[in-house]
């Protein structure tokens, strides 16, 4: 028999990791499953694309054709 409870608790990423901790094995895996298949926002660059860009910043750099981007920009993609 499943219970559903919904209240809303203020958990740290380590409360939260502790109580998961306390699930058996079936149901961490479950959670697991669920998790992965979640679809993120995608508005953040990949790690891949943010090394591209800098690729073609450096060739627009040699090439003398850069368009230059304020650094607090660039860190924030980081």
Known sequence: METTLNFNLHLTFKQ???LVRQLPRAERE???SVLQETTY???EPSKSKIF???K???VA???GTLNTRP???ILNEL
Do not use: P
Request: no cysteine; charged share 50%.
């Open 16 to 18: 939260l990791a502790e």
């Open 30 to 32: 479950k959670l697991v």
């Open 41 to 43: 926002d995608d508005q």
């Open 52 to 54: 591209e860009d800098f």
């Open 56 to 58: 073609e910043d450096y």
């Open 61 to 63: 750099l040699q090439n």
């Open 71 to 73: 650094i607090k920009d």
